[in-house]
């Protein structure tokens, strides 16, 4: 199994600022995920971010209103710039490991944006 | 391309039960077949998956799925229910040959009545 931590757990914030979630993966891994949860919904891949290069976005999502950082193999951040109400979801990260196939997933940021 | 189909956003059955939630992939390559759950306020972890080999598989907490090629389905059972099985559940899919890009299904939310 894997241990990914993600901070903030849970956060209100107001429209017009700007939240970064950071997650920790307890293994050097090479590819990291990050997805959207909107209240009710299923997961939707934000981005992919990779240790080393610019993060790949997904249709519908771009670099300035989710900045991601990948500094290293255990560690990533995801910014949620500009926020209004239509942001508050939760926000999963998750790692995929070599040869286990499945992906990790944190435990989530629970973001209301009022 | 792949894709994941969840026939019933809702499902409800008796304790002791049992438990079907359906699951059909569409993929060009051979998939692997994922399910998660994800329990109120908390993030996913993996119930079981299929790779390559036996086609049924068992995961935690007593739940099993078979992969159905002919079918394209791997639909999740267990037995007998049990109220702590109340939570969302996720079908996902992914391409052997595509870097570990996860596609879910809309999820099946499962109500264990007493």
């Known amino acids: 199994s894997a241990v990914i931590s993600q901070k903030p757990s849970r956060d209100i914030c107001q429209r017009g600022t700007s939240l970064t979630i950071q997650c920790q993966v307890d293994?050097?891994?090479?590819?990291m995920f990050w997805y959207r949860q909107q209240p009710g919904q299923s997961l939707t891949l934000i981005a992919t971010?990779?240790?080393?290069?610019?993060?790949?976005?997904e249709s519908g999502f771009v670099i300035d209103k989710f900045p991601i950082s990948r500094p290293n193999l255990t560690f990533s951040t995801l910014t949620v710039s500009n926020m209004s109400p239509e942001d508050s979801s939760i926000y999963l990260c998750?790692?995929?490991?070599?040869?286990?196939?499945?992906?990790?997933f944190g435990p989530g940021t629970r973001l209301t944006v009022l | 391309a792949q894709s994941v189909t969840q026939l019933g956003s809702h499902v409800s059955v008796s304790e002791g039960a049992l438990v079907l939630l359906r699951c059909n992939y569409s993929?060009?390559?051979?998939?692997?077949l994922f399910w998660y759950v994800q329990y109120p306020n908390q993030g996913l972890q993996l119930l079981l998956k299929?790779?390559?080999?036996?086609?049924l598989v068992k995961g935690i907490n007593g739940f099993e799925a078979e992969f159905k090629k002919s079918e394209t389905s791997f639909h999740l059972t267990k037995p007998s229910a049990h109220m702590s099985d109340a939570a969302e559940y996720f079908c996902?899919?992914?391409?052997?040959?595509?870097?570990?890009?996860?596609?879910f299904g809309t999820g099946t939310s499962l109500t264990v009545i007493p």
């Open positions: 998750s790692d995929s490991r070599r040869g286990q196939g499945e992906q990790f």
């Open positions: 293994s050097q891994v090479t590819m």
């Open positions: 971010a990779n240790q080393g290069s610019e993060a790949t976005y």
């Open positions: 993929s060009s390559v051979p998939p692997y």
């Open positions: 299929y790779t390559t080999g036996a086609t």
């Open positions: 996902a899919v992914t391409a052997t040959n595509t870097g570990n890009q996860f596609y």
